[in-house]
T-cell receptor, first 113, second 108 residues
Framework: DAGVIQSPRHEVTEMGQEVTLRCKPISGHNSLFWYRQTMMRGLELLIYFNNNVPIDDSGMPEDRFSAKMPNASFSTLKIQPSEPRDSAVYFC???????????FGSGTRLTVV | RKEVEQDPGPFNVPEGATVAFNCTYSNSASQSFFWYRQDCRKEPKLLMSVYSSGNEDGRFTAQLNRASQYISLLIRDSKLSDSATYLCVVTDFNKFYFGSGTKLNVKP
């Protein structure tokens, strides 16, 4: 099992540019989560999907953020336009059910300059 | 009020010490409980689930107190390699709530 795969590992972009983060969950997991982590705010849940359907996006900071899950094996988180305060580590995680815990990807470290 | 509260630490302990972390949660209907470990600049990784009867995995013991709504993690004979941030996680159906983490530094 390759685990949860995220790309890119690092992204440096200029303010105003569009950023797309990608995630491939573990095969067979029916829930996918996007988190953001900063020193100041810790781990924040942005959005989660169950069976490819967005269930709760209340953590998405504003309209500049959008997430999609077109099929069970792929999800994207897009920021357009990006701002310096979006700099953080973005984690994707998948789960086969609440009783089994999450598995996290290695994260994407985003720096917006 | 946060769903899950943890003492951020840091806990600075010598090798071989026993250290305990507590975590409180606000929703009495919470269903599943976990401890995760996160190393610096790495992703959180599942350390152990927490069962109502308490459970042990080597030097690590996890306990759940539903009446008081807290979970605990006990580390015995701590090693340098135990230095990390420990996050407690509480689930409500399919939604996971993370504590902010407790930082542990084990010193020689």
């Amino acid at each position: 099992d390759a685990g949860v795969i995220q790309s890119p590992r690092h992204e440096v972009t200029e303010m105003g540019q569009e950023v797309t983060l990608r995630c491939k969950p573990i095969s067979g997991h029916n829930s996918l989560f996007w988190y953001r982590q900063t020193m100041m705010r810790g781990l924040e849940l942005l959005i989660y999907f169950n069976n490819n359907v967005p269930i709760d996006d209340s953590g998405m900071p504003e309209d500049r953020f959008s997430a999609k899950m077109p099929n069970a094996s792929f999800s994207t988180l897009k920021i357009q336009p990006s701002e310096p305060r979006d700099s953080a580590v973005y984690f994707c995680a998948s789960s086969g059910g609440g009783a089994y815990g999450y598995t996290f990807g290695s994260g994407t470290r985003l720096t917006v300059v | 009020r946060k769903e899950v509260e943890q003492d951020p630490g840091p806990f600075n302990v010598p090798e071989g010490a026993t250290v305990a972390f507590n975590c409180t949660y606000s929703n009495s209907a919470s269903q599943s409980f976990f401890w995760y470990r996160q190393d610096c600049r790495k992703e959180p990784k599942l350390l152990m689930s927490v069962y109502s009867s308490g459970n042990e995995d080597g030097r690590f013991t996890a306990q759940l107190n539903r009446a008081s709504q807290y979970i605990s993690l006990l580390i015995r004979d701590s090693k340098l390699s135990d230095s990390a941030t420990y996050l407690c996680v509480v689930t409500d159906f399919n939604k996971f709530y993370f504590g902010s983490g407790t930082k542990l530094n084990v010193k020689p």
